[in-house]
């Protein structure tokens, strides 16, 4: 079986042209699916996203290109080849991407596609929230917070708490339990007073 963990935590992109390759929602998805489940072919991550092969085999060549995904060495044969993910994430500065051509549009692209995501991924707890075991069920936060901050105490905020998830990732991890999802999203509420 090959290696499950991307061998790089996580890639700092600044091209546009890299960021586009994944705002492409098939090419998403094919990357989370790498990212969650561990190395796959074309064919099983086709039938896992409902795709043909033929598509999932030419996207992935794609995020192979923008070095996100890659073939896995000693793994396959030229028919059926294996592919890894380069990387367990992606994280890009707004500030740097959109000053580059194109980049305002590929940042765009990219929020439209993360909150699609999101809702995607609430909705489907939701759906199955019931059916999880009671610990499941008590483990479970849906927590809003609401804080009157500046934008250098919310980059603060955001600088932290992303700091706590990676060392829960990189100390805490438990291979062989269930994916967790974490979320951590700050942002101006639009229409209050500043």
Request: aromatic share 4%.
């Amino acid at each position: 079986m090959p290696e499950e963990i991307p061998p790089v935590e996580a890639v700092d992109v600044s091209d546009p042209r890299v960021l586009r390759a994944v705002a492409h929602p098939l090419r998403a998805a094919l990357l989370g699916l790498l990212r969650a489940e561990g190395p796959s072919t074309a064919s099983r991550l086709g039938q896992r996203t409902g795709e043909s092969s033929g598509s999932t085999s030419y996207h992935l060549r794609r995020l192979a290109d923008s070095g996100l995904v890659e073939e896995v060495p000693g793994e396959g044969t030229g028919r059926e080849r294996w592919w890894r993910a380069r990387h367990r994430s992606t994280r890009w500065s707004t500030e740097e991407v959109v000053a580059r051509p194109g980049g305002r549009e590929v940042v765009e692209e990219m929020t439209s596609q993360l909150l699609a995501t999101q809702r995607r991924v609430l909705a489907a707890h939701a759906e199955q929230r019931e059916q999880l075991d009671e610990a499941w069920r008590d483990a479970t936060s849906l927590n809003d917070w609401a804080l009157h901050l500046s934008p250098a105490a919310a980059g603060e905020l955001v600088d932290e708490l992303n700091a706590v998830v990676a060392r829960w990732r990189a100390e805490r991890e438990e291979p062989g339990q269930p994916l967790v999802q974490v979320l951590v999203d700050v942002f101006r509420l639009p229409g209050h007073a500043s």
